[in-house]
């Protein structure tokens, strides 16, 4: 019987997830990859004006090769999550009123969450975007008050994680569950095949 690791990646060199995510952790760990996590640094700004689907696969490329310049044996993996509201970006927010924003913002709409990967393995690298949509139930103001208070919200592109306490407010999600926690295993999957 082939170890579940064989399922996710086949290569021989190390993969290494550069994330100090614990939600990416867990997914990797979830598919079944044997790996080891090295932290990029922090965040950068984001590229200008660059759409979303640009700007995430931008920044997941730039930690992917920041680890990868440490680690060049390596197969490294890089990702980065933007949640859009009719087409205003909401990043991780400074403080609780920023994360009380932001929720308010999001109740009873939809809005779109994009998730960039990378791979870099020496020179070669790949990158790519999915999207999922998000519906968001209505919330009262003492519901808002109470999850901003758990203090959930405050490392978490759009102040909140649909894997939390906020998975509650979530009605639908129209795409991969995946790309809203932060890793898109499938798409991720399908770019290491072409390193393995």
Do not use: N
């Not at 109740?107 to 519906?135: D, L, N």
Request: contains cysteine; hydrophobic residues 45%; proline residues 5%.
């Amino acid at each position: 019987m082939k170890p579940r690791a064989a399922l996710f990646w086949r290569g021989a060199a190390p993969l290494v997830l550069a994330s100090a995510s614990p939600r990416r952790v867990s997914l990797l760990k979830q598919a079944g990859a044997v790996f080891t996590v090295t932290d990029p640094g922090p965040d950068r700004a984001w590229p200008g004006k660059a759409e979303p689907r640009h700007g995430v696969r931008a920044l997941a490329l730039d930690k992917a090769r920041r680890v990868a310049a440490k680690k060049p044996d390596a197969v490294v993996i890089g990702a980065d999550t933007v949640v859009v509201l009719r087409g205003k970006r909401l990043g991780k927010p400074a403080d609780a009123a920023a994360a009380r924003d932001m929720i308010r913002s999001l109740h009873g709409r939809r809005h779109e969450v994009w998730t960039g990967i990378a791979v870099v393995h020496g020179a070669e690298q790949r990158t790519a975007a999915e999207c999922t949509v998000v519906h968001f139930s209505r919330l009262a103001e003492r519901e808002i008050e109470d999850f901003v208070a758990s203090g959930e919200s405050l490392d978490k592109a759009g102040a909140y994680g649909i894997q939390g306490l906020a998975g509650q407010f979530v009605r639908r999600i129209e795409g991969d569950y995946t790309t809203v926690v932060g890793l898109p295993l499938a798409r991720l999957r399908s770019l290491l095949a072409e390193f393995a």
